[in-house]
């Protein structure tokens, strides 16, 4: 899986690789859209996968698979569990930038908030 690894045990639990990352990319950023759409390339090719083998396995059995899926109706579980997989595919999307979202606001202290507050004081 790519980006955040989540545990069985603790699914709630994200692990980060810890250190700076390796930088590909002189453009501020290039190197996190080149990460997301690896993880959208991947997921596209996966996807394509699963269609042409559910295809394959509906045309054997003589299933007219087009017609089904356009008259599929989902229930409440289906589409949680749809919303589900979106939000997963949303996670290690932005995995890049939800990292260092994470340790820009772990950086933050209030001892830092406390002391800009009082620069800014100061400058009246």
């Given at each position: 899986m790519t980006g955040p690894e989540m545990t069985e045990e603790r699914p709630h639990v994200v692990r980060h690789a810890r250190g700076k990352?390796?930088?590909f990319y002189e453009t501020p950023g290039l190197d996190h859209v080149m990460s997301m759409i690896m993880?959208?390339?991947s997921e596209v090719a996966?996807?394509?996968?699963r269609l042409d083998s559910a295809?394959?396995?509906a045309k054997a059995s003589g299933l007219d698979l087009?017609?089904?899926i356009e008259?599929?109706?989902?229930d409440q579980a289906a589409l949680e569990e749809r919303e589900e997989r979106r939000q997963d595919l949303l996670r290690r999307l932005y995995y890049l930038q939800l990292k260092d979202a994470d340790e820009a606001a772990k950086a933050h202290t209030s001892e830092g908030f406390?002391?800009?507050?009082?620069?800014?004081?100061?400058?009246d």
């Open positions: 990352r390796p930088d993880v959208l390339a996966t996807m394509r996968d295809e394959r396995v087009a017609a089904g008259a599929l109706e989902l406390n002391a800009t507050i009082a620069e800014i004081a100061l400058q």
